[in-house]
């Protein structure tokens, strides 16, 4: 057997292990409803729309790999109304002095992250477990080592939710 038949065996058990991982675990729908109003979904150096599906992709995935703690008969479906991410995007003039051609964003603790949303979570039936309308920030986000992530995209935002997701579905975690 070759390199490259090896390689492809072992892309496809890979991959066949993750769908049967993710087979049992609950799942997740989110819509982002009129994400051209959110507060701050700006790039610094890409079109609003690629960074805007770039973010709502990357956090979709991080909610989906949340929820893999969760019962997998259980269903969390979330409508976000408004994402305002971490820091704010200035021209890059007005931070280094010339025009470098690209935004820059500035992490400030003024420039708290903040999601708005409603959820709920469901059984198979169909039966609402919990729900809820959610307005989270997190005003000390820069002050928390364990919620630190500056090499990680959209870190800030992920130690939110994750803080949210535990706590509030600490019950049905229990369950699982």
């Known amino acids: 057997m070759n390199t490259l038949t090896k390689a492809v ?3 496809l058990a890979t991959s066949s292990l993750t769908i049967s991982a993710n087979a049992l675990a609950a799942s ?3 819509n982002w409803q009129n994400p051209e109003k959110y507060a701050d979904v700006r790039p610094t150096n890409e079109s609003r ?3 805007r599906e770039r973010t709502f992709e990357a956090l979709d995935k991080y909610v989906g790999e949340l929820a893999e703690k969760l019962p997998e008969k259980e269903k969390l479906s979330m409508t976000v109304t408004n994402l305002d991410l971490a820091g704010q995007v200035w021209p890059s003039s007005f931070v280094f002095g010339n025009a470098t051609g690209s935004d820059v964003r500035i992490i ?3 420039d708290i992250p ?3 949303f409603s959820y709920s979570l469901t059984d198979d039936s169909g039966k609402v ?3 809820a309308d959610v307005k ?3 005003m000390s986000f820069l002050d928390n080592p364990s919620t630190f992530r500056q090499n990680e995209y959209l870190g800030y935002e992920k ?3 994750k803080d949210w997701f535990d706590e509030e579905m600490a019950d049905a975690l229990a369950q699982n």
């Open 9 to 11: 065996l072992v892309s």
């Open 28 to 30: 997740v729908e989110i």
């Open 49 to 51: 729309v690629k960074f």
């Open 108 to 110: 400030k603790r003024v």
């Open 114 to 116: 903040r999601i708005s």
């Open 129 to 131: 477990l919990k729900s």
């Open 136 to 138: 989270l920030k997190d």
């Open 159 to 161: 130690a939110m939710l």
